[in-house]
């Protein structure tokens, strides 16, 4: 994966999630119940993160960078599953 | 209407200061929402999705410019992270007012801490011969992150002011690279920008479980913050060290004097 693909996937899962937060958002602004929307945007939103630590791992050719953001990668996923597990359960 | 309006504007200029100093925005951003109406704690919870925000319009370009130092970037996250996740569960247990004035206290160190660094700034080790992990180069000079062993107790204190006050850890993480490690103060705010993305998307993540981020506001602050972060970070690789070093601990005090009367007004 090249830099510039992986910049732009970092980019579009943002640009999605905050998509669907502002659709989630306006929809609210005209009385309508958009409480999962809001919810998929943000669940979107919260996944640049993790994106972004794709893109290190698939560009990144040392050893122990891709550790880091494996490291990091690991221990995110656990929170956010955490998050879910409470939000959800 | 009204309001989503103007929560839209005024984080447009919250995410041009924020990434112009590679701070996330967030010590600008709550207290802004603070006067909009919002509880601080739900302040917090808008401001770090907004820091995730800022962190992907400003940390491409930080990237892009070679400032950023992504290996120590990645060295720095995992404990901020726990240092916000940790923070970001007791967040909720805090008071209105107590946390204010704890915010309050906080810009004040950021600013003073920010404004002592104008002595021995520059004061940067340069690599060996033999290159390492974590070099970095900024406006053409290379160096080398000092004192690493210190980092992660540092940066674990950093995460914890990231997940209670929604700072991202950038306004502290920025001062403590320079002052720890002896980056650059530019480097450092692209490495801090790089960072702020995991720390707040973890913070983040434990603020929407306790149901403290009012996501309707979180798309309203996006629209302004976004494309100001974009603005903020090229500015960051023009503006010159002390100026950049000045203006921050100046806006740090002045908002700091309004979050201690909007305190006041709470108690």
């Known amino acids: 994966m090249s830099a510039r693909v992986a910049s732009r996937a970092v980019l ?56 880091l953001a494996l490291a990091g990668t690991v221990a995110l996923l656990l929170v956010y599953a955490w998050a879910a597990w409470r939000l959800l359960g | 209407m009204e309001q989503a309006a103007l929560t839209a504007l005024g984080s447009l200029a919250v995410g041009v200061v924020g990434g112009a100093f590679g701070v996330g925005g967030g010590i600008f951003l709550v207290p802004l929402l603070v006067w909009l109406g ?26 892009k410019s070679g400032e950023a130092n992504l290996s120590l970037s990645l060295l720095l996250e995992p404990f901020l992270l726990a240092g916000a996740v940790g923070a970001g569960l007791v967040a909720t247990k805090v008071g209105d007012a107590t946390l204010l004035y704890a915010f309050a206290a906080v810009l004040v160190l950021i600013a003073l801490a920010t404004a002592s660094r104008a002595r ?56 403590l690279l320079a002052l720890v490690a002896r980056v650059p103060m530019r480097a450092a705010a692209a490495t801090s920008t790089v960072s702020l993305m995991v720390t707040a998307g973890a913070a983040g993540a434990v603020h929407l479980a306790h149901g ?6 979180v798309a309203w602050a996006l629209l302004g913050v976004i494309p100001g972060g974009l603005l903020g970070a090229r500015l960051q690789t023009r503006l010159p060290e002390g100026v950049l070093r000045g203006v921050f601990a100046l806006l740090a005090l002045a908002v700091a004097a309004s979050v201690v009367l909007r305190a006041r007004g709470l108690s």
Do not use: K
């Open chain 1, 12 to 67: 579009a899962t943002a640009f999605v999630g905050g998509l669907v937060l502002v659709v989630g958002a306006a929809r609210t602004l005209m009385g309508a119940e958009a409480r999962e929307l809001l919810l998929v945007g943000a669940a979107l939103f919260l996944a640049t993160p993790l994106a972004r630590n794709a893109a290190v791992l698939a560009r990144e050719g040392r050893r122990a960078p891709r550790l």
């Open chain 2, 38 to 63: 919002h509880r601080p704690v739900e302040a917090v919870g808008v401001s770090l999705f907004c820091v995730i925000g800022t962190s992907v319009g400003a940390s491409s370009v930080a990237l």
């Open chain 2, 120 to 175: 021995g700034a520059q004061d940067l080790v340069a690599p060996t011969d033999e290159p390492g992990l974590f070099d970095g180069s900024s406006g053409g000079a290379r160096y080398r992150p000092q004192r690493l062993r210190v980092l992660p107790p540092v940066m674990l204190g950093a995460g914890v002011t990231a997940g209670l006050f929604g700072i991202g850890g950038g306004a502290v993480v920025v001062p």
């Open chain 2, 212 to 217: 403290t981020v009012p996501l309707d506001a």
